[in-house]
């Protein structure tokens, strides 16, 4: 896997959302036009706080949406986490190129929200799992 760096930026989001939630952060990543924080497993209620009171602070003050993701070693269970809210029912993977790709599969309902405008969900799925797994390329069925 390639060594993540963070750079200043990435640092004081990371800081910032540490001491307002809690919650531990592995990793920060801005992505088409959100922040994404990768926290650590057991670490999403904390983040998010009751209600999503605390992430609905900090994009108050970051003036940016946020999303939480839990962490996961398993790529199989960091996709499940990234698409969590679409209720993913299973996520298999194939080959592409050098790495792997992923399908998710969720409920029909649910399955153009989960894609996102113009893929915007899809993009920053691909661009968490990039950083973290051999999984270069995400679709949703």
């Not at 760096?5 to 959302?17: A, K, P, V, W």
């Not at 962490?71 to 199989?76: F, H, M, R």
């Not at 993977?93 to 409920?107: E, L, Q, S």
């Not at 993009?123 to 968490?128: E, G, H, L, W, Y």
């Amino acid at each position: 896997m390639p060594e993540i760096t963070l750079d200043t930026e990435s640092l004081g989001y990371i800081r910032l959302f540490e001491e307002r939630t809690g919650a531990r952060v592995k990793d920060c990543l801005s992505a088409e036009d959100k922040l994404v924080f990768l926290v650590y497993p057991g670490e999403v209620h904390k983040a998010v706080g009751p209600g999503g009171v605390l992430v609905d602070r900090l994009k108050g003050m970051l003036k940016k949406e946020i999303q939480v993701v839990e962490w996961a070693d398993d790529p199989e269970t960091l996709v499940k986490n990234i698409f969590y809210w679409y209720s993913p029912k299973k996520v298999e993977f194939g080959p592409k190129g050098k790495g792997r790709h992923a399908t998710v599969t969720v409920d029909p309902a649910w399955k153009a929200r989960a894609i996102g405008k113009a893929g915007k969900n899809l993009k920053v799925a691909r661009s968490i799992l990039l950083r973290h797994t051999d999984v270069v390329s995400v679709s949703v069925a």
